[in-house]
């Protein structure tokens, strides 16, 4: 399989902990994405690495959350002291830099607070 | 900021009926793309649209980009049940680095 792959596919985490996960994109894809998405909603922006570098951090990334590639491939998202409000789907998504408008996703981490 | 409002949110048909959703916005966008997403799955590109009047068709899937660049429609003809699913149009805008906005969706129930 070459789409993008994320792990785990589900986390369940009390309160308070921190998480990580994982997004490995489509291997010739120099742009990686991190989108959270809610139930009943679109996806909504979090950031973008284009290679290692991160270019655009959305206001929804809190202090507490961080995202690393730090050698332009796989790519991490860590929450730190989870919130309940964190439980969302946080979908990854990759393109190349010429064709950056046709985004491919993963199939997403579920992440529940308890 | 820029939003995407999407319509219907629901919509609840007969096999073989055709089916028409659109999204507006209160701003220009450079680009428009439909995505559908089955449950616990991610978003899968459907039709990409890449100038104002556009018309693009994908199998019985048939999407067009505003004139105003504003907004976008997406038709599904004669609908089977492999269609359910939740529709999502998404917008980019030129100097956003690659960044989508999306609309709330909508969820399509086809009854055989």
């Known amino acids: 399989d070459t789409g993008v792959s994320q792990n785990p596919r589900h986390k369940i985490t009390k309160r308070g902990q921190n998480v990580t996960f994982r997004c490995d994109p489509i291997?010739?894809?120099?742009?990686l994405y991190w989108y959270r998405q809610t139930l009943g909603q679109g996806p909504e922006f979090l950031t973008y690495?284009?290679?290692?570098?991160?270019?655009?951090k959305s206001r929804l990334l809190s202090d507490r959350f961080s995202a690393e590639r730090p050698k332009g491939s796989f790519s991490t998202l860590e929450i730190q002291r989870t919130e309940q409000g964190d439980s969302a789907m946080y979908l990854c998504?990759?393109?190349?830099?010429?064709?950056?408008?046709?985004?491919?996703f993963g199939q997403g981490t579920r992440l529940t607070v308890v | 900021g820029q939003q995407l409002n999407q319509s219907p949110q629901s919509m609840f048909i007969q096999e073989g009926e055709d089916v028409s959703m659109n999204c507006t916005s209160s701003?220009?966008?450079?680009?428009w793309l439909w995505y559908k997403q089955d449950p616990g799955e991610g978003p899968v590109l459907l039709i990409a649209?890449?100038?104002?009047?556009e018309l693009t068709s994908n199998g019985r899937l048939t999407a067009q980009f505003g004139i105003t660049r504003k907004d976008s429609f997406l038709n599904i003809s004669a609908s089977i049940p492999s269609d359910v699913g939740i529709y999502f149009c998404?917008?980019?805008?030129?100097?956003?680095?690659?960044?989508?906005?999306f609309g709330q969706g909508t969820e399509l129930s086809v009854k055989p």
């Open positions: 998504a990759s393109s190349l830099v010429e064709a950056t408008r046709e985004a491919f």
């Open positions: 291997s010739e894809h120099n742009r």
């Open positions: 690495f284009q290679n290692e570098a991160q270019l655009e």
């Open positions: 701003s220009i966008f450079n680009t």
């Open positions: 649209l890449y100038k104002a009047g």
């Open positions: 998404a917008g980019h805008f030129y100097n956003q680095g690659g960044k989508l906005i």
